[in-house]
């Protein structure tokens, strides 16, 4: 088939109607479960009770916990959920009747229905809720047996009558579940550390001062921009705080404890957190003075916290939240300090428990709420006027994407649903339509942790298994077929910071995530989508130059400014010409050229620029023009959906996606503008992987229009292919006929290559380059790339730095070794020029390296010897005894200079890593080792993990001033290890020491994936 006839050009409305005819609703039932009594119903995990009120059956639960917790008063402890199930020996002819009806009468906690062991979805919220059994998978004659699974909360659960029935009634058709979809396959290619091997060679070398932390590369599995932030040998981690940050995405806080804050125009980090930086209106300090709660109102002439008022501890009190001027704390009782009253007025109300976790408002900041006894599923709320208390409502389980006023949350392996924040209200038992099925899947959707974007449009989550393994995706909450593939991911989960949170911007242009996939956790930015374009761009010529107007984008949290595009052709060869930002909606080309054509994009804090507007043009009468269409700007018909794809032009696109029945044409409509009417040329971005109805196209291809279209202002461009897969990036309507496209976008030229690449110093493990500053007006900044050839391709490879700074150093590199560095100039649109190029060899050094096993080392009496069971390995350990011991370690040095202490352990117990050290005879400092297992608990008997790492060392309780080398004299020097009688059993056992003056130097059984697999040795 010619590649041609795969999509169809159209320019055209379409009308949809659809029309119905009345059903007979005789003879339609076939199964009725009337509740008229409980027998039968057998309890495979026990209830409080289950009765039978007004001709429906009533489940009361008791308190079940995931953590093994139940109230004092409950003899019981009991997992999440209590079943219950019956089974009905009369066959039921499920092709006939194939829809099953539930009407729910009280509800407030999780429930789940399932018919002969597949899950349904009806028992989501209350009312009369029917699914049609048929896309499930059922049909023939079957016995039925229902299950039901019910969440452990103190609350019940109401259920009226279960049919099935061969028709809808208009009551039950209002409350059908829609159709399942599936998950589309995209079989995303993941790689343990993105293919970043120059990082990965050097991800063991020496720390020191660095001169910039960033690297800007490729996701491997969707192609999205990635920006690493920060390249500190520490872990940099999240806290439990989502709101991370700043209002206007000018900065994002990094890293837990004090944390320390990263500013875009700056390029710099700033030591604090964001409360640090912008200072809240309340804090509630529950460490600051031993043993009392402070609460205090920030004073913005003095830039002080006043003090509003205090109490002294009577529990724990470690729960506390800020809800509008209420400033709320948990004791002993719920103390409550209203600090809109002048003076402010403190409130004391008992509350049955204080063993809490889940503290916070509510969103209408009326109630207090949280979970207790700790882990369990029983919900308190308190009403903070009042002290009236309630029961509240669970209607999901596990972690989800939280948001307002909608959250999308998992509901069973099979679907997600939708919660409104008034769903789960104190005391409610009737959420109706605040709950909502956002999609049934075909398949598992696995997925963990998450948020809303600021606009309620889009949820962002990690996917844990299954089609969604390993992604960071974006679900749209209008249409359950549409789940974004973002980027992939790996990281350890060692402890509650290196964990699989995400957090987007307020545009959600960016989403922060932290992965140890180079050794210890970084930060990095996925850029989820492309800033939007200002709107309605118009030129006019007035006495002082052409006056430029526009509208802000849609979303405009982040944008700073805008900056300025010009030149003297439609579609090609724009060049910027604002030197600074332009921060009004106006600016006025006082140096226009008789004939001009102007752009206008976006920029944010982050110096990420936007899609270009429409294109204005003034005096251009008559000139050919080449107008530019995004296909994800353009209305879509299913199932033409959005994707995500780092090679389109904007990082999306559209393609044909079916994910459920009857899903077969899609269509892309997009309002073109041409000045005139004219014949014009539609020129097509695409691909067609699955090579479905034409030849296979798995890069991006510019496919011609057969024929020219006659197009005039105000008119519609469409595209319709109903082949699965084919995807749309761009369209471009031009009456230039020679015009050919050369590239996803071509209207504005790559920056020229930067000059002056020059080597500036190299050391025996250590390379300066340095380049001429740019002139362009829109650099955004330099990559460096490093091979060992000139031939050597740039990309995830063999990136090294980005930059804004003119200088880069490489170091940890080996000694008397060619390297070959390149460096590009990048402009705010991603785009990058050609590469700059310099060789640089690396000075010779007599390299020493010292090797001392255990089994040479000195030792005191308290000591162990022993042998790793299954590995060549021996060690010293301090198993018993309660005083401190010492093993040395003895090496002797020929020349004196700096030598990097490396050290082979097993750490056996997550919460005893701290290693204190002399180094000949004197403190050395403390040094914290590796994490045995994930979230710091013991290494059981026989799997102890061997790790080798370099010693970093520090001063004092908190590791100050840490150092990884010492400077040595010629001679004998010995390293001591002291183990603490106190941490007897707990420490770690020691292998190995090396001393070497290389810093390029890695032992074996080394690897920056340690964390990432379960090796006992790394090879």
């Not at 500053?773 to 391709?793: I, N, Q, R, T, W």
């Amino acid at each position: 088939m010619n590649r041609r006839a795969l999509v169809t050009f159209v320019v055209t409305v379409f009308l949809l109607s659809r029309c119905g005819a009345a059903q007979d609703l005789a003879d339609r039932v076939g199964f009725a479960e009337e509740f008229d009594s409980v027998a039968g119903w057998k309890q495979i995990d026990p209830f409080e009770k289950v009765t039978i009120e007004g001709g429906a059956i009533v489940f009361d639960t008791w308190v079940g916990s995931f953590m093994g917790a139940k109230p004092k008063d409950q003899a019981l402890v009991l997992g999440a959920c209590a079943d219950a199930e019956k089974t009905y020996h009369t066959p039921v002819d499920l092709d006939r009747y194939h829809y099953l009806v539930m009407k729910t009468d009280e509800k407030s906690m999780y429930t789940l229905l399932y018919l002969n062991n597949k899950e349904l979805q009806v028992a989501y919220t209350t009312g009369v809720i029917s699914q049609d059994l048929k896309p499930l998978g059922f049909s023939g004659k079957q016995k039925i047996k229902l299950h039901f699974e019910i969440m452990n909360n103190n609350r019940r659960f109401k259920v009226d009558y279960i049919r099935l029935v061969s028709r809808l009634t208009e009551e039950e058709e209002k409350g059908l579940i829609a159709p399942p979809v599936r998950l589309y396959k995209q079989k995303v290619e993941t790689h343990p550390y993105q293919r970043l091997e120059a990082l990965y060679e050097r991800a063991a070398r020496p720390m020191r001062s660095v001169p910039e932390e960033k690297v800007f590369f490729r996701d491997v599995g969707t192609g999205a921009r990635m920006w690493k932030l920060t390249t500190t040998p520490g872990d940099e981690g999240f806290s439990e705080r989502y709101d991370m940050w700043t209002d206007d995405g000018s900065g994002i806080q990094i890293g837990r404890g004090g944390g320390r804050t990263y500013f875009f125009e700056k390029d710099a980090f700033v030591r604090g957190r964001l409360t640090d930086l912008y200072p809240p209106k309340y804090r509630i300090d529950r460490y600051k003075r031993r043993g009392w709660i402070q609460f205090s109102r920030y004073n913005e002439k003095t830039k002080q916290y006043e003090l509003i008022h205090e109490f002294e501890r009577k529990g724990k009190g470690d729960r506390s939240a800020i809800a509008g001027d209420k400033l709320v704390a948990l004791d002993k009782g719920l103390v409550v300090v209203d600090a809109s009253k002048d003076p402010p007025v403190v409130r004391h109300f008992p509350v049955p428990s204080v063993n809490a976790k889940g503290f916070g408002a509510s969103p209408d900041k009326k109630w207090a709420q949280y979970f207790s006894p700790f882990g369990a599923y029983r919900k308190y709320c308190v009403n903070l006027e009042t002290g009236e208390l309630r029961e509240g409502c669970q209607f999901t389980f596990t972690h989800g994407m939280g948001g307002r006023p909608w959250s999308i949350m998992s509901y069973g392996s099979v679907a997600k649903l939708q919660v409104h924040q008034d769903a789960p209200y104190p005391g409610n038992t009737n959420p109706g339509n605040k709950l909502r099925v956002h999609g049934v899947y075909l398949d598992p959707v696995r997925t963990d942790y998450g948020a809303m974007t600021e606009d309620g449009r889009y949820g962002y989550t990690n996917g844990t298994g299954g089609e969604l393994a390993d992604q960071y995706v974006m679900f749209d909450r209008e249409d359950p077929g549409t789940i974004l593939r973002l980027c992939t991911y790996r990281v350890s989960k060692v402890d509650w910071n290196v964990w699989t949170k995400s957090i987007a911007s307020p545009d959600y242009t960016k989403m922060g995530l932290v992965s140890d996939i180079l050794g210890n956790s970084d930060f990095y930015l996925c850029i989820t989508r492309t800033p939007d374009a200002p709107r309605n761009l118009k030129a006019t010529k007035t006495a002082t130059g052409v006056k430029l107007t526009w509208e802000v984008p849609n979303r405009h949290k982040e944008i700073k400014g805008y900056n300025i595009y010009r030149s003297t052709k439609s579609g090609r060869d724009y060049q910027p010409i604002n030197k600074d930002v332009v921060t009004r909606t106006e600016y006025v080309d006082e140096d226009a050229p008789q004939a001009a054509f102007y752009l206008v994009a976006a920029q944010e804090h982050s110096r990420l620029e936007g899609y270009f507007s429409n294109e204005a043009s003034v005096g251009a009468q008559g000139k050919p023009v080449i107008l530019h269409y995004e296909a994800e700007g353009g209305k879509l018909g299913r199932p033409m959906r959005l994707m995500v794809d780092g090679d389109a032009s904007g990082g999306y696109a559209v393609r044909v996606t079916p994910v459920a029945a009857g899903e077969e044409k899609g269509s892309l409509a997009i309002p073109v503008n041409p000045p005139r009417r004219s014949q014009y040329v539609a020129w097509l971005r695409y691909k067609n992987p699955k090579g479905e109805g034409g030849p296979k196209v798995t890069d991006w291809q510019w496919l011609k229009g057969q024929t020219a279209i006659h197009l005039g202002p105000g008119k519609e461009y469409k595209a319709e292919t109903e082949f699965d897969g084919i995807a749309i990036d761009k369209v471009i309507i031009t009456d230039d006929m020679e015009y050919v496209p050369a590239a996803a976008d071509d209207r504005k030229p790559a920056l020229s290559v930067p000059t002056g690449l020059k080597l500036v110093e190299t050391k025996p493990n250590e390379i300066t380059i340095a380049w001429d500053p740019h002139p362009a007006l829109d650099l955004s900044h330099y990559s460096v790339y490093v091979g060992e050839k000139p031939d050597f391709k740039i990309g995830n490879e063999t990136v090294l730095w980005s930059t804004r700074k003119t200088s880069a150093v490489d170091w940890g590199i080996q000694p008397n070794t060619t390297y070959v560095y390149k460096v590009v100039a990048v402009d705010r649109r991603g785009q990058a020029s050609e590469a700059a190029m310099v060789t640089a060899k690396t000075a010779a050094l007599d390299v020493v390296t010292c090797e001392t096993p255990a089994a040479q080392a000195t030792i005191t009496a308290g000591l162990t010897r022993g042998k790793a069971a299954g590995l060549d390995v021996e060690y010293v350990a301090h198993l018993a005894g309660k005083e401190d011991q010492r093993a040395s370690f003895a090496f002797d040095v020929p020349t004196e200079g700096n030598y990097y202490l490396w050290m082979e352990y097993s750490p056996q117990d997550g919460r005893e890593r701290t290693v204190l050290l002399e180094l000949d005879g004197r403190e050395h400092g403390r040094w914290t080792v590796e994490q045995p297992t994930r979230m710091g608990r013991m290494t059981k008997p026989g799997q102890e993990r061997w790790f080798v790492h370099r010693i970093v060392a520090g001063k004092g309780r908190w590791q100050r001033n840490p150092a990884d080398f010492a400077t040595l004299a010629a001679g004998k020097h010995t390293l001591t290890v002291v183990f603490q009688g106190a941490k007897a059993g707990k420490s770690p056992w020691v292998s190995k020491v090396w001393a070497t003056n290389d810093a390029s130097f890695v032992p074996r059984g080394y690897s920056p994936q340690v964390r990432l697999n379960r090796l006992r040795r790394q090879s």
